[in-house]
């Protein structure tokens, strides 16, 4: 297990990055500030859909008496395909603060989102208690986020679901993993979305999943840390919410 950093900078330490390839730039801007450097580690790739039946499902969501977005690229996808600025009259609501932003730099004016950035967060929020015959637009990917689904269903409301992009697995190379290995700094693992290490993990070999083992895990939820402590990580500290500075602010001493 690697020690804390001695000042409050992280100068000498390797942060993983899982984000989807293409994403890492906002968390590699957040390492960079504090010192750090970034290893990219993507366990997929985001594709968009472009369909007819998408186009539906997401008019159809966003005509529903709660609007929910599940990431920043919910957003980006779903105003590839219609503008969200003159959409329904519901309430729209964000998983997080990066995911609200976005929504308002697509044109929605009103955003409504958790302090606690996750499901559970977004589920305890007043506009989101729901009843019987409401109606909940879900503007999200396949996988993840099943408690939201499952909270709408059993409450006897109705999900209106849009995949409006999906993730779609990557393999870790053989190149990547031997360049992990050489990485001799102390490892953080700021952990946004349990899927992306599970994917990960499952591709590594013995010796690389060992070391990762050694990570300082900087967990955005309470769900997210018991899931590396399944996994078999020790050094695991829970950070505010899921935003890149966040994160790593996690990891300065205590």
Do not use: K, N
């Given at each position: 297990m690697h020690t804390a950093p001695a000042a409050p900078q992280l100068a000498g330490y390797y942060v993983i990055s899982l984000r989807p390839r293409g994403g890492h730039a906002p968390l590699r801007r957040a390492a960079a500030r504090l010192g750090a450097r970034l290893f990219a580690?993507?366990?997929?790739?985001?594709?968009?859909?472009?369909?007819?039946?998408?186009?539906?499902?997401?008019?159809?969501?966003?005509?529903?008496?709660?609007?929910?977005?599940t990431s920043p690229a919910a957003v980006a996808a779903a105003a590839r395909l219609q503008p969200l600025a003159t959409a329904g009259a519901g309430t729209w609501l964000a998983v997080g603060s990066g995911t609200a932003q976005a929504l308002r730099r697509a044109g929605v004016d009103t955003v409504?989102?958790?302090?606690?950035?996750?499901?559970?967060?977004?589920?305890?929020?007043?506009?989101?208690?729901?009843?019987?015959?409401?109606?909940?637009?879900?503007?999200?990917a396949p996988g993840g986020r099943g408690h939201i689904a499952a909270a709408v269903a059993a409450v006897g409301a109705t999900l209106r679901r849009a995949d409006v992009y999906a993730r779609v697995p990557v393999?870790?190379?053989?190149?990547?993993?031997?360049?992990?290995?050489?990485?001799?700094?102390?490892?953080?693992?700021?952990?946004?979305?349990?899927?992306?290490?599970?994917?990960?993990?499952?591709?590594?070999?013995?010796?690389?999943?060992?070391?990762?083992?050694?990570?300082r895990v900087l967990a955005?939820?309470?769900?997210?840390?018991?899931?590396?402590?399944?996994?078999?990580?020790?050094?695991?500290?829970?950070?505010?919410?899921?935003?890149?500075?966040?994160?790593?602010?996690?990891?300065?001493?205590?």
């Open positions: 580690l993507s366990p997929w790739r985001i594709a968009r859909h472009d369909d007819p039946a998408t186009r539906a499902a997401l008019r159809a969501a966003t005509m529903a008496d709660r609007v929910v977005f409504v989102a958790p302090t606690r950035m996750d499901s559970e967060g977004l589920l305890a929020l007043p506009a989101m208690q729901l009843a019987p015959g409401d109606s909940v637009g879900l503007v999200t393999a870790v190379s053989d190149a990547r993993v031997a360049a992990l290995l050489r990485c001799d700094g102390p490892w953080l693992l700021p952990l946004s979305s349990g899927e992306a290490l599970q994917c990960v993990d499952d591709q590594l070999p013995d010796a690389a999943r060992a070391r990762l083992r050694g990570a955005a939820s309470d769900r997210l840390a018991a899931l590396a402590r399944e996994l078999g990580f020790s050094d695991i500290r829970r950070a505010a919410d899921a935003r890149p500075a966040s994160l790593l602010a996690a990891a300065r001493p205590r």
